[in-house]
């Protein structure tokens, strides 16, 4: 995946996370209704291809087949197969990444939070499990959307760090760590987590390690360890 921490201990407002997808590769959206509809099936379609073949080897006419069309009418909406992939990503994004509650109120409970906003990450990511995948075979082999995945985790670190600093300051975390480096290794931590177990036991074929409730229990506790919040 990235290196996106749990979205629940970051704070609204600066620093939203950028954008997936190319903006040079996005289109205005369809002017009518018949073809916002035609639009919205070529980017189905193409997720399920996708996800399917990879990217490498994922064709444009397999594409129109999935979604029942011709060349001609996927080339009215989009121009390459590049353009396809970041109109999944725009769709997809906001459900891979936005999960869980993003501020700690001060009269708040800091564990309920990390717990709450943990297992909406893991259900997210359950969600999306082959596009995560996806997005690992792009970011090999494309450095433009490699830097556009790196400013979007970039921004939830910040996120995250601001609120752990907001902890600090309100004695409930170990002042003694630096608040960027703990999100920032907090988050590798909570995604190559998500990563092993939605992503390489089953392409493995194996059966689950752990039960959902098990993650979210050991991600939650080692937050919760890690900034010795009491």
Not at 49 to 72: H, K, M, N, P, Q
Not at 151 to 172: E, H, M, T
Request: proline share 6%; aromatic share 6%; with cysteine.
């Amino acid at each position: 995946m990235t290196r996106t921490p749990p979205a629940g201990t970051g704070s609204a407002g600066d620093d939203d996370p950028p954008s997936l997808a190319d903006a040079d590769l996005l289109r205005t959206p369809p002017a009518t209704p018949r073809g916002v509809r035609t639009r919205a099936a070529l980017v189905a379609a193409a997720r399920v291809v996708f996800e399917r073949a990879g990217y490498l080897d994922a064709r444009l006419v397999d594409i129109t087949a999935e979604a029942r069309c011709s060349s001609g009418t996927f080339y009215t909406y989009f121009a390459s197969k590049e353009e396809i992939f970041a109109a999944v990503l725009e769709v997809s994004q906001d459900d891979m990444m936005h999960p869980g509650t993003e501020h700690v109120p001060d009269d708040g409970d800091p564990v309920a939070v990390i717990e709450a906003s943990t297992r909406a990450y893991f259900e997210a990511y359950e969600r999306n499990a082959k596009l995560m995948e996806l997005l690992e075979q792009v970011a090999a082999i494309d450095i433009r959307f490699r830097r556009l995945r790196r400013n979007r985790a970039d921004a939830f670190v910040r996120r995250n760090a601001r609120s752990i600093a907001g902890l600090q300051r309100r004695g409930l975390a170990d002042g003694g760590v630096d608040p960027v480096v703990a999100s920032l290794a907090l988050s590798g931590m909570i995604s190559r987590l998500a990563f092993t177990h939605f992503v390489v036991e089953p392409s493995l074929g194996e059966p689950p390690t752990w039960s959902s409730d098990q993650l979210v229990h050991a991600a939650t506790r080692l937050w919760v360890n890690a900034l010795r919040l009491d």
